[in-house]
């Protein structure tokens, strides 16, 4: 069947091709802690410090006793030679990984699981930390870098410290070509050209003798997809009014 027109770039996103995917190429193993029970005391040796492309907080490559090896990220302060503690009675210093039930109040963590078992799943990028709040009979409530709060399961396993590789998004690219590649490694588009600025067989916002929308920009999330793009069901749009104060 023939058509006129191209697809937007959601679509062609939503279909998966190469300049959407992101390279296999430099990836390591999933950083996640390796399973063990919470009674076990289990030691490990950073080996080495390993940059996994399109990953900005250094990995620690670590060495288990039973000769098994693992991928964390690292915190400030890790060096190849250093030991990392697992298990129930780690002590409370940078690197070693416990439950959140024994670490107290206004320590430093991060790498938290959000659920018990699932290797750490936040709390992950680099430069990034989360402080332990307070214990409860509800959980652990942890104040996040957003400034929110969660509550998690006393179980649940984290790494003290702070994640290393902060700073390293302050330096400005410079260059398109760096920008580039740096979204490439993570599987974006790069550069998003406007859509106002697109011809109109390309774009539902293309065309005109000047760059507007030329309509409303609000659509219905059951658009069809060459038409969904813009405010998608949006309940409101513009600036916030600011609310009259009671006297």
Aim: aromatic share 6%.
């Amino acid at each position: 069947m023939f058509t006129l027109g191209k697809r937007p770039l959601v679509r062609r996103r939503g279909r998966g091709g190469m300049q959407f995917r992101a390279p296999t190429i430099g990836k390591l193993k999933p950083a996640k802690y390796p399973a063990f029970e919470l009674a076990e005391s289990i030691e490990g040796e950073i080996i080495d410090l390993v940059h996994e492309k399109g990953r900005d907080v250094p990995l620690a490559k670590v060495r288990f006793n039973d000769g098994s090896i693992s991928f964390l990220p690292a915190v400030i302060g890790s060096k190849i030679g250093s030991k990392i503690q697992f298990g129930l009675e780690a002590k409370i210093t940078d690197g070693n990984v416990t439950s959140i039930q024994n670490i107290p109040d206004g320590t430093i963590v991060c790498n938290i699981e959000k659920q018990f078992g699932d290797g750490g799943s936040f709390i992950k990028s680099a430069g990034t930390d989360a402080t332990v709040f307070s214990h409860g009979d509800d959980g652990v409530k942890l104040k996040l870098a957003s400034g929110k709060f969660a509550t998690l399961n006393p179980k649940n396993r984290a790494m003290i410290g702070t994640l290393a590789g902060g700073g390293s998004t302050d330096r400005p690219l410079m260059r398109a070509g760096v920008a580039w590649r740096k979204f490439r490694s993570r599987g974006q588009k790069y550069p998003i050209v406007r859509g106002v600025a697109q011809a109109a067989y390309v774009h539902p916002h293309g065309g005109g003798r000047h760059q507007h929308v030329g309509q409303s920009s609000t659509v219905s999330r059951n658009a069809p997809p060459g038409a969904k793009v813009g405010s998608i069901a949006a309940r409101k749009t513009g600036r916030a009014r600011i609310k009259e104060r009671k006297k």
